[in-house]
């Protein structure tokens, strides 16, 4: 599975960016699919995900409200729409993909894209 993030941009504090994760190879075999965020001195942290069958979503609790993950399984794409983005939005956000084989889990990793919300 290989996967390429986009959307990413500079944008001023209350604003909005749409990240787009295009999926390709295996993407059968994806199970769920999730944005994770990596802020400079942070450890990566999961921002939102959401599964391939039901469409069953999460977030972390400090975007609740404000982003929102869709996918489109036909277009093996999936996106973050972030609304009323804040200065600690500012982060290297990336697509992963689960898959599920048998009882392991195998995760796979886009390239990264910048966000950057400026006062």
């Known amino acids: 599975v290989q996967l390429v993030e986009s959307g990413g941009g500079l944008v001023q504090v209350g604003g909005s960016l749409r990240l787009s994760c295009a999926a390709s190879?295996?993407?059968?075999?994806?199970?769920?699919m999730s944005w994770f965020r990596q802020a400079p001195g942070k450890q990566r942290e999961m921002v939102a995900a959401?599964?391939?069958?039901?469409?069953?979503?999460r977030y972390a609790e400090d975007v609740k409200g404000r982003f929102t993950i869709s996918r489109d399984n036909a277009k093996n794409m999936m996106y973050l729409q972030m609304n009323s983005l804040k200065l600690e939005d500012t982060a290297v956000y990336y697509c992963?993909?689960?898959?599920?084989?048998?009882?392991?889990?195998?995760?796979?990793w886009g390239q990264g894209t910048q966000v950057t919300v400026s006062s």
């Open positions: 992963n993909a689960g898959a599920l084989y048998g009882s392991s889990w195998s995760f796979y």
């Open positions: 190879g295996s993407t059968f075999s994806i199970d769920a």
């Open positions: 959401i599964t391939s069958g039901d469409g069953t979503t």
